[in-house]
């Protein structure tokens, strides 16, 4: 009778065809798609062979390359069901929000992940229908900001929201909701600011709790936050007991503040500070010198016969040649020395604590390293030579006019037969060309 009515049922592919979530069979490893049903592709708008053999990570907008895949995979394996809640990328570049639970499991020795995909659209919004006021407006800001937290400063218990977590890469019933938790995620170089922020507020000294800073995410990777939050409790004492607060990722727009700055202070042929950057640089070495009395030595660098390097080999050849120059120099100096391109072929040395015998002495191992170096099969051209203009202080005074020292014991150098160092120190100190570093 069982074997009659199993023979008279729907056949597996009759009922994953007609199963309104999405089911997708997945290998741990690579995370390819090895096979979905139909409305797994139809409810992103894709065809099936546009989602088959395919990555999941192409469809998941929440999880991010395969560290953080190989991350979630050893908890799927722990679990009975993992579930994940995360956003799906549709052809016309919307999102599908999305519960995600998946079981793995083994058949004739080979390891594979089964995930059921639901689409929450609906139920979110009926959620936010059959909430209460407070509830309604919790809802809305759950989803209007990447998430929310709550501090139970009484238990230390925070309460992180699911929008929180998928930022993060975590599932919703992952990240212990502890107050060390959040510290933990906080990039080791913005954990005290951060801290002394809303030591501030929760002591009365701002009105609330604000800092950019960056969270750690389940990749590894470091993601830029907008964090606010304010006091809501109080005891009787009127201490602080309940923090809440709204995170905000600002990832894309921190990085091309970052990537402007840059371009703003970094020489784009050379790689090396541009003049605006090093000018800045400058001004502070030479403040910390005569506030405290401390050696600074400047030079001034320029490529000898550069006009006939581009005359002869064009412009190309002398760009490559101004590389070569600014990586021969990072080589050369020494770790906290500084270098940076003031324009032209013209580069400013700034040679902190040093003697000027010292300052000869990485000049002269500039001059050595140009030797050296075989242009012929670099760049297919003759030996190129640099001159070199040295001040220091406190020997040469003030510290604000050796910038314009060093210019002009460039210009001796130049006028003496460059490939050589001047400066304004004794005449037999004055040409130095060879010396070992102190």
């Known amino acids: 009778m069982t074997c009659a ?29 090895l096979w979905c049903n139909p409305s797994a592709h139809a409810a992103l708008g894709l065809e099936a062979s546009e989602v088959l053999n395919h990555s999941v990570l192409s469809l998941q907008m929440d999880v991010t390359g395969l560290p953080q895949w190989a991350d979630i995979a050893r908890v799927i394996r722990g679990a009975s069901c993992y579930t994940f809640l995360g956003r799906h990328r549709h052809k016309d570049g919307g999102e599908v929000p999305v519960e995600v639970n998946t079981t793995a499991f083994a058949l004739n020795g080979r390891e594979y992940f089964l995930s059921v995909a639901r689409d929450i659209s609906r139920r979110m919004n009926l959620e936010g229908a059959a909430s209460t006021q407070d509830e309604r407006l919790r809802f809305a800001l759950n989803l209007a900001m990447d998430g929310l937290w ?36 906080i990039h080791p ?17 701002l009105m ?36 809440v607060g709204m995170v905000q990722n600002v990832t894309d727009r921190k990085l091309l503040e970052l990537r402007l700055e840059r371009m703003a202070s970094i020489d784009d042929l050379t790689q090396l ?75 400013i040395l700034l040679l902190p604590d040093v003697q000027p015998e010292t300052a000869y002495a990485i000049a002269a191992d500039i001059h050595a390293a140009l030797e050296c170096k075989d242009w012929e099969a670099d760049l297919e051209m003759g030996a190129l030579t640099v001159s070199i203009g040295l001040a220091c202080f406190p020997l ?20 003496e037969g460059r490939n050589r160092t001047c400066g304004p120190l004794e005449p037999t100190q004055a040409a130095v060309t060879r010396s070992g570093r102190q």
Request: hydrophobic share 35%; with cysteine.
């Open 5 to 33: 009515l199993q023979e008279g049922l729907p056949s597996l592919g009759v009922l994953f065809g007609n199963m309104a979530d999405a089911v997708y069979l997945l290998d741990p490893i690579t995370s390819n798609i």
């Open 150 to 185: 709550d501090w139970n400063m009484r238990t230390d218990e925070v309460y992180f929201s699911p929008q929180l977590k998928r930022m993060l890469g975590y599932g919703p019933d992952e990240m212990t909701p502890h107050v060390d938790t959040w510290k933990r995620n």
């Open 189 to 205: 170089d913005d954990r005290d600011q951060v801290m002394s922020l809303i030591e501030q507020h929760l002591r009365g000294r």
């Open 208 to 243: 609330r709790f604000e800092a950019e800073y960056r969270l750690r995410n389940r990749n590894g990777h470091d993601i830029w936050v907008h964090d606010r939050g304010q006091v809501c409790e109080r005891d009787a004492q009127g201490n602080p007991t309940r923090v």
């Open 273 to 347: 500070p541009n003049r605006r950057a090093g000018m800045a640089v400058l001004s502070h070495q030479v403040e910390l010198a005569q506030r405290g009395g401390l050696h600074l030595c400047v030079g001034v660098l320029d490529i000898d016969a550069f006009k006939a390097v581009n005359d002869q080999f064009g412009h190309a050849k002398g760009d490559a040649v101004l590389h070569q120059v600014a990586t021969l120099l990072r080589q050369t100096l020494r770790p906290c020395d500084y270098v940076y391109r003031s324009g032209g072929e013209e580069f």
């Open 396 to 415: 040469q005074t003030p510290a604000s006019k050796l910038l314009d020292l060093a210019d002009l014991a460039l210009y001796r150098a130049k006028e």
